[in-house]
């Protein structure tokens, strides 16, 4: 039993460029989400999905992209890096409403 | 203001020491309050889960919450060198769901031998 597995761990980046991380856990989770840690700042919710075909946005959603086609996957798209991404994301799942969050080991960014 | 306010710390303790995390909070509509434990380079762990006012013990952790007061505390009893990491309290909004879950800025704690 993984868990909630994300990759790459680490990653480097031009500005303007584009990329996706990639978050999968197989715990048949139907709530996935995306969390940016930044110093200071804490954890900060980018995106999050209820269910296979349903997303919305949290707290920080500008400059990032999700979809959810399985229960499974939950990839995070960055359109057009900036500096500013620059953080550690980490990937979360749930297994109800009001329940623990399961957490990746998280994606290290830097974009240059 | 933050929604959700925690000293960053760092703070650093002798080992034995009982250890005080606190966290306050503005919405009083918020349901559920978490602690999380964070290793350094690892992804947040759950440690305690509360629901209502009072106090929760598991082993040397005690989590209290004070909805009155919109104020949550986590203890550590016999502190450990294992125990330094840092601390994310964690509540729900009103919906619950804790997909939305809103995090304290997370206090470094460093336990000496």
């Known amino acids: 039993n993984a868990g909630v597995t994300q990759t790459p761990k680490f990653q480097v980046l031009k500005t303007g460029q584009s990329m996706t991380l990639q978050c999968a856990q197989d715990m048949n989770h139907e709530y996935m989400s995306w969390y940016r840690q930044d110093p200071g700042m804490g954890l900060r919710l980018i995106h999050y999905s209820v269910g296979a075909g349903i997303t919305d946005q949290g707290e920080v959603p500008n400059g990032y992209n999700v979809s959810r086609s399985t229960t499974e996957d939950f990839p995070l798209r960055l359109l057009s890096a900036a500096p500013s991404q620059t953080s550690v994301y980490f990937c979360a799942s749930s297994y109800r409403v009001a329940g623990e969050l399961f957490f990746g080991e998280g994606s290290r960014l830097t974009v240059l | 203001q933050k929604e959700v306010e925690q000293d960053p710390g760092p703070l650093s303790v002798p080992e034995g020491a009982i250890v005080s995390l606190n966290c306050t909070y503005s919405?009083?509509?918020?349901?559920?309050f978490m602690w999380y434990r964070q290793y350094s380079r690892k992804g947040p762990e759950l440690l305690m889960y509360?629901?209502?006012?009072g106090n929760k013990e598991d082993g040397r952790f005690t989590a209290q919450v004070d909805k009155s007061s919109k104020y949550i505390s986590l203890f550590i009893r016999d502190s450990q060198p294992s125990d330094s990491a840092t601390y994310l309290c964690?509540?729900?909004?009103?919906?619950?769901?804790?997909?939305?879950?809103?995090f304290g800025q997370g206090t470094t704690l460093q336990v000496k031998p």
């Open positions: 919405n009083s509509a918020f349901q559920y």
């Open positions: 509360t629901y209502s006012s």
């Open positions: 964690a509540m729900t909004p009103p919906s619950g769901n804790t997909g939305k879950l809103i």
